[in-house]
């Protein structure tokens, strides 16, 4: 199931030592299967999500040779609501993919349900945000050149088969986007070399240089990527946090001695020091993960009208990482995406079963948590209008 490719299906292949030794850090090749990659996404599929959503430029895009496809080879001016667009025209588009060239879609996890199902699982394994995009390529061509990412991916080949050449880390370790030196360059030799078939997964950490070409057959990939916080995110937070601090809030005394400017300085860092001391790498990480954002995501007509579910209507937990229950005196409360949400002592069962299971029927619910039906739906009737649960 797609819905546990990354933190049951790959962690069973690859082993419990990639989170804790070689995620961001090492190169990783498994091969899960091409019958466990084929649900996620079939040219039929991608056909579909090309013919009903109206896709351009830059969110679609092709690029040949390292370099993009001049949007008027591929696409059409024209006017939707008063709104310029640009139609991509579907004979030009094959004739370009014919020619060598490749086509991306980004964020393709917020158009086609098995991908966002994927891309949640591997959110719930990494804890931070994750986009996929396609690539799709005919031929033995290459739509870019010998690059890096300024983020962690896990490629998964879908269909097809294509080159890679992974080379690693390059003369700046860890480079950044919001960097101050991107003239760096690869190293030399490789540190794996082969073609990549259909349910075989690669980890390429941030920074590591590639070069990927096709092997004159079709190749369908999705990239996942995702940015994991680094010691800058960290300090940003303890900055942030100075605002708390009334002297960080006084003016700098610019027109002072140097001597009173050097006691100011040294006062400014033993508070920032204080902060860091008080509020360290685990407290940071905890709050990131209580404001971790969830799908943009609707429940009509429950969250509008507020009629009440039967039995057999399916309750969906939307917050993607698991939420951390905390009693606080007769309540119960949970954080999302940087809000709590307080409820009576009562719900607590429910939610600790809602929670664990995240998918289930209003009649498990209840069973699960030992009480009637109408006390699950009642909950159930307050979450989705707080979008804290989707109803089917």
């Known amino acids: 199931m797609t819905d546990r490719l990354f933190t049951e299906t790959l962690l069973d292949a690859v082993g419990e030592d990639l989170l804790r030794s070689r995620l961001s850090e090492d190169f990783v090749r498994a091969d899960v299967g091409a019958q466990t990659v084929a649900p996620l996404l079939t040219f039929q599929a991608l056909s579909d999500l090309l013919s009903t959503h109206q896709l351009e430029p830059p969110r679609l895009r092709l690029h040949r040779a390292g370099r993009p496809v001049p949007l008027n080879d591929y696409t059409e001016p024209v006017e939707a609501s008063g709104v310029a667009r640009r139609l991509v025209r ?6 370009q993919l014919r020619n060598g060239a490749s086509l991306v879609l980004d964020g393709i996890d917020r158009l086609h349900p098995p991908i966002r199902a994927a891309a949640d699982d591997l959110m719930r394994l990494v804890h931070e945000r994750v986009q996929v995009n396609l690539y799709l390529i005919w031929g ?21 088969t294509k080159h890679w050449q992974v080379h690693g880390q390059g003369t700046r370790p860890y480079p950044m986007k919001e960097d101050t030196d991107h003239s760096h360059r690869p190293p030399e030799g490789t540190v794996w070399e082969g073609v990549v078939r259909p349910g075989e997964i690669l980890h390429v950490p941030r920074g590591w240089w590639h070069t990927v070409t096709g092997t004159g057959d079709v190749s369908m990939h999705l990239t996942f990527g995702f940015t994991r916080a680094t010691g800058v995110d960290w300090a940003r937070w303890l900055v942030d946090r100075l605002h708390e601090v009334e002297f960080a809030r006084t003016d700098l005394p610019r027109f002072a001695s140097p001597e009173e400017r050097r006691k100011h300085q040294h006062e400014l860092l033993r508070h920032l020091l204080d902060l860091a001391e008080q509020h360290g790498i685990d407290d940071f990480l905890a709050d990131r993960d209580s404001r971790f954002p969830r ?95 989707l109803l089917k």
């Open 295 to 389: 799908r943009q995501s609707f429940s009509l007509p429950w969250a509008v009208d507020g009629s009440t579910p039967g039995p057999d209507t399916v309750m969906e937990f939307t917050p993607i990482l698991p939420s951390a229950l905390r009693e606080e005196s007769e309540k119960v409360a949970l954080t999302v995406a940087g809000r709590r949400y307080a409820f009576p002592k009562t719900a607590q069962p429910l939610l600790e079963v809602l929670v664990k299971a995240r998918t289930l029927t209003v009649a498990e619910l209840a069973e699960r948590a030992g009480v009637p039906v109408d006390t699950a739906a009642a909950l159930a009737r307050t979450l989705v209008r707080h979008h804290l649960v």
């Open 90 to 95: 579907p004979e030009a588009l094959y004739e």
């Open 140 to 160: 033995d061509s290459h739509g870019f050149n010998t690059h890096w990412d300024d983020h962690d991916t896990f490629i998964v080949q879908v269909a097809g």
